[in-house]
């Protein structure tokens, strides 16, 4: 009898992660996000703004210098290898423009070449590159010359990406354009704490934003004219920062939580439903209303980068505008646990509005007492499942990020990475806790291996390589180990 029910115990647990494995689709994307400045740092990236940046005191927490980071850009195999450990099937990574172009009209070749070479080698791994042609990093000529917030300084970035779309759109199916208009703009011209340092300048913020949004839909109707225009996928990546107040009996918090919100989220999203970007606040500046296309007709899928809705008290109007749009663990156990953990969700539901694909192209959470936490990963993948069962078009996932790198203001402070980073000896180790993520992978992806399995071998039915689960079982035992010999 006891026997009789330790199998039926077995049985419905496979059937369980049977249905579980059933939600995320057959092609479901699972990879990691880099950032290659973050990566390569000032040392490799010299001609960036943010190599310009970082060498004023007070710009960085504790005066980090980024150095070469974790040597991005001179460690492909590493970061192959890495890759391969993870199981994941795709690599979200950047181009560096400041690389390809560091002087107005020089283009690189050399550099243009290692994107090149490292897009080959993630095919050969089998991986699905996203590329990403802005992230917050540009050349230091094009700071120069306004960035952003002129209009007829668009035409700049517009031929770096087009030259890089002529050159990889062979290989490269998956674009992202721009990451995070909002939280550049926001952060560089309202709060000043990334370059250009400018401090509630909201007019030249908002003409960022919606310079950025015009460069993405002139890219967008550009290269669907394109010959490989039919066989990519084109989008750019928004994040849903969403501020919570921490003393909700106090009018004044929750107010100013609602304009965080809408400055960094809400003006942005309702641009991409409605075909218009609006952001304007009377005497604190602003611009008016501007005619873009929606979503649906300039956009082939919307990346969603989140990590956690954010506190927000007045002490953060009193110091220093804290945030890196993402909170630690510590920070996150201070908010109530259906907006920490269900924020995810309910950004997912917001994007059935567009009507169009989605891919989570950031999401993670920085490390506490030398761990990721594990809990947090699984809510997410909750979420996402029940997110796909509402009848979101989910995609793909990409953790950020890969390695603990240099996070922007905050130097090496935050650390995000599935691996920790050793700067002096540059060798890395998965983090305690990182294996939910790679345990994950490893369930769910075997429905994308059996997809192509017919091709290989086509007498074997695909039935025949799906429907043995113990398999997975016993690839997640090692992990068990593993964690006991530490």
Same mark, same amino acid.
């Given at each position: ?136 990093? *540009?050349?230091?000529? %094009?700071? $120069? !010359?306004?960035?952003? &917030?002129?209009?007829? +300084? ?6 770096? /990406? ?102 960094? *989220?809400?003006?942005? %999203?309702? $641009? !991409?439903?409605?075909? &218009?970007?609006?952001? +304007? ?6 611009? /008016? ?198």
């Amino acid at each position: 009898m006891k026997c009789l029910v330790m199998c039926m115990v077995a049985i419905a647990t496979m059937t369980l992660h049977s249905a579980e494995n059933q939600i995320f689709p057959k092609d479901f994307l699972w990879g990691v996000a880099t950032n290659e400045y973050q990566n390569s740092g000032a040392a490799l990236c010299p001609e960036s703004n943010w190599a310009a940046w970082e060498k004023t005191k007070g710009h960085i927490v504790n005066g980090d210098q980024s150095g070469e980071s974790t040597r991005h850009y001179l460690a492909i195999p590493q970061t192959i290898e890495q890759l391969k450990q993870l199981g994941v099937n795709a690599y979200r990574f950047s181009i560096e423009w400041s690389k390809i172009e560091p002087k107005e009209g020089q283009f690189d070749e050399v550099a243009i070449e290692h994107y090149s070479q490292l897009i080959n080698q993630l095919l050969k791994a089998g991986m699905t590159p996203m590329v990403t042609l802005h992230h917050f990093s *540009h050349p230091i000529w %094009f700071e $120069a !010359l306004g960035g952003f &917030t002129r209009e007829e +300084n668009n035409r700049f970035f517009l031929r770096f /990406a087009q030259k890089m779309f002529n050159r990889f759109s062979d290989r490269v199916k998956l674009w992202c354009t721009i990451n995070k208009p909002g939280v550049y703009a926001m952060q560089g011209y309202v709060f000043g704490q990334y370059p250009p340092g400018k401090v509630r300048d909201l007019t030249s913020g908002a003409h960022v934003i919606k310079n950025m949004l015009a460069a993405h839909q002139t890219l967008y109707t550009a290269w669907k004219k394109h010959p490989n225009g039919r066989n990519v996928q084109i989008g750019l990546a928004h994040q849903f920062v969403k501020f919570v107040s921490n003393q909700s009996w106090y009018g004044m918090t929750n107010m100013l939580a609602s304009h965080f919100t809408y400055l960094f *989220h809400q003006a942005i %999203f309702d $641009a !991409l439903k409605t075909g &218009t970007f609006t952001l +304007n606040y009377g005497l604190l500046g602003g611009i /008016a209303p501007h005619a873009l296309m929606p979503a649906s007709r300039m956009m082939d899928f919307i990346g969603v980068d989140y990590y956690t809705e954010l506190l927000f008290s007045m002490q953060m109007l009193r110091e220093r505008f804290s945030t890196s749009t993402a909170n630690d663990q510590k920070d996150i156990e201070k908010l109530d646990q259906a907006v920490s953990l269900k924020g995810l969700y309910h950004a997912l539901i917001e994007c059935k509005d567009l009507n169009i694909p989605v891919y989570i192209t950031e999401f993670g959470i920085s490390e506490h007492k030398d761990q990721i936490s594990p809990e947090w990963i699984k809510a997410q993948l909750k979420n996402m499942q029940l997110a796909i069962q509402n009848g979101v078009q989910l995609k793909g996932a990409f953790y950020w990020t890969l390695n603990d790198s240099f996070e922007w203001d905050f130097g090496f402070e935050k650390k995000f990475g599935l691996y920790n980073y050793d700067l002096k000896g540059h060798t890395f180790k998965l983090k305690k806790g990182a294996e939910a993520y790679v345990n994950a992978v490893k369930l769910y992806r075997p429905q994308v291996e059996a997809k192509a399995a017919p091709k290989v071998t086509p007498k074997i039915a695909p039935k025949k390589k799906v429907e043995p689960k113990p398999v997975v079982q016993k690839k997640a035992a090692p992990k068990k180990n593993r964690k006991r010999r530490r």
